[in-house]
C-alpha cells in the first residue's frame, strides 16, 4: 500500500513494547497439558522477554506482563498489542473497561494493530518464531518452573548476544529510557491486587 511502511518502522528508544501471546501446544513433561508463552519485545532494540502460562486468560495475562517487565526492568510508554479480546474489545476496537485500569496502574498506553496491520508489530513475531524455533523445538523439561528458568537463560543469554551493527540486542535494550514499575509485590498479593483492578 503506498506511504505504509513495509519493512522497516522507526521505534524510538523506550517508546514502545509489542506483546503477543503463542500456543506453544502440548508439553515435554506432560502431554496432556498445553502451555502459551506471553512475549514481550522492545520495539527500538528487539530485547524480548517471555512468560510460560497454562492459560491466555486476562489474570494470566496481567500477572505474565508483570513478569515479563520486571525482567526489563521497566516499561516502555506504550503497549501495542494485537487484537486479543482481553485487552482490545472485539467489537468496538478499543480498550476493553477491564483492561484500562491495569494500563493506568503502569502509566502507559495501550494502542492496538489496525486491522490488516500486521507489521506495526511485526518485532514481537519476529521473536516469537526465533524463540519457537530455538528454544521450544529442543525443550527438555520436566516442570513449567524448569522450563521457565531454562526461557529466562535463553533470553538473557542467546537472544540478547544477537548483533546489532557494532553492538548487541542487550546492550540496545539495557540503554532504553524505561519507565519505572510500581513496588514489586510477592505473587499472591500481586494477582490480589491486579485482580481488583479489573472489578
Not at 70 to 85: H, K, L
Not at 106 to 130: A, D, L, S, T
Request: proline share 7%; hydrophobic share 35%.
Amino acid at each position: 500500500m503506498k506511504g505504509r511502511p513495509t519493512v522497516i518502522i522507526d521505534h524510538p528508544p523506550g517508546e514502545e513494547v509489542q506483546w503477543d501471546w503463542d500456543e506453544l501446544g502440548t508439553c515435554p513433561w506432560d502431554p496432556t497439558v498445553e502451555v502459551s508463552m506471553l512475549v514481550g519485545s522492545l520495539s527500538h532494540s528487539s530485547k524480548s522477554r517471555a512468560w510460560l502460562s497454562h492459560s491466555e486468560d486476562q489474570p494470566h495475562l496481567i500477572e505474565g506482563i508483570d513478569q515479563v517487565l520486571r525482567r526489563f526492568g521497566g516499561t516502555a510508554r506504550v503497549w501495542r498489542v494485537d487484537r486479543m479480546a482481553t485487552v482490545i474489545n472485539p467489537s468496538t476496537g478499543k480498550i476493553q473497561a477491564s483492561f484500562a485500569p491495569v494500563a493506568k496502574h503502569y502509566g502507559v498506553n495501550v494502542v492496538p494493530c489496525p486491522p490488516r496491520r500486521g507489521n506495526r508489530k511485526g518485532v514481537v513475531e519476529k521473536q516469537i518464531h526465533f524463540l519457537t524455533q530455538r528454544w521450544w523445538r529442543t525443550l527438555q523439561a520436566s516442570s513449567l518452573a524448569e522450563a521457565q528458568a531454562s526461557l529466562d537463560r535463553f533470553c538473557a543469554t542467546i537472544g540478547d548476544a544477537r548483533r546489532r551493527g557494532d553492538t548487541t540486542v542487550g546492550e540496545l535494550g539495557d540503554s532504553e529510557p524505561l519507565l519505572g514499575l510500581p513496588e514489586l509485590m510477592p505473587r499472591s498479593k500481586l494477582r490480589a491486587r491486579l485482580s481488583t483492578l479489573t472489578t
